[in-house]
């Protein structure tokens, strides 16, 4: 699996747009990259996938410029609910079955 | 409801007393795995299981142990518990084996273990 980079942490205030990007840089031709979230006393839950370009669900966006060896989840004006872990995964779509999470991105939204 | 379901949430107790800690799915996943999260270190994978009677080593296994003897049940062993194994524990699952990385991992509410 390729090894990813996250900020330790980021702050915002309510009602901002915010962006974690996440470092990959040994991003194989393969890989997919998954972004999850982390509430505390919970266990992670999966927010959006993507492969190259833009993608976009009800809860985030997330981006990867053409060389995809970066990519940077956006949550669109946030609330303090969104106050959480947020982990950036890529991996195989061809069965690497280990999976490895890394020590996400902690982001605390200000009211 | 969908979920996984992780028992006891909250357990101390001693040194060398082996302990089991169930996981179960109720949405006929083949993957199911379990993590520890501690802090400063993230999530790391300790054991997966790609199917029945198919287990795998993570990349902490040391002092735990799995089996996996039904699709549903995923227990984790510790044998003789030790003080480096106080943490957080997650167990998941995902539909299919095979490319894993691309499913979505469903966690459980996790358990907190303290080894005194």
């Known amino acids: 699996l390729a090894k990813t980079t996250q900020p330790i942490s980021m702050d915002s205030y309510e009602g901002q747009e915010v962006n974690i990007t996440c470092s990959h840089n040994?991003?194989?031709?393969?890989?997919?990259i998954t972004w999850y979230q982390q509430f505390p006393s919970q266990g992670p839950r999966f927010i959006i996938q993507g492969y190259k370009t833009k993608v976009t669900n009800e809860v985030a966006s997330l981006f990867i410029p053409a060389d995809r060896k970066s990519s940077t989840l956006s949550l669109p004006r946030v609330s303090l609910s969104d106050t959480a872990v947020y982990y950036c995964l890529v991996g195989d779509y061809f069965g690497n079955e280990k999976l490895t999470f890394g020590t996400g991105t902690r982001l605390t939204i200000i009211p | 409801e969908a979920q996984v379901t992780q028992n006891p949430r909250y357990l101390i107790t001693v040194t060398g007393k082996k302990l089991t800690v169930t996981c179960s799915q109720n949405?006929?996943?083949?993957?199911m795995s379990w993590y520890r999260q501690d802090p400063g270190l993230g999530l790391r994978q300790i054991y997966y299981?790609?199917?029945?009677?198919?287990?795998d080593k993570g990349d902490v296994p040391e002092g735990y142990k799995v089996s996996r003897k039904e699709k549903r049940n995923f227990p984790l062993i510790l044998e003789s518990p030790s003080p480096n194994q106080t943490s957080l524990y997650f167990c998941?699952?995902?539909?299919?084996?095979?490319?894993?990385?691309?499913?979505?991992?469903?966690f459980g509410d996790g358990t907190r273990l303290s080894i005194l």
């Open positions: 998941a699952s995902s539909l299919f084996a095979g490319s894993v990385a691309h499913q979505p991992q469903h």
């Open positions: 040994n991003i194989a031709t393969n890989d997919y």
């Open positions: 299981s790609m199917n029945v009677e198919v287990t």
């Open positions: 949405m006929n996943h083949e993957y």
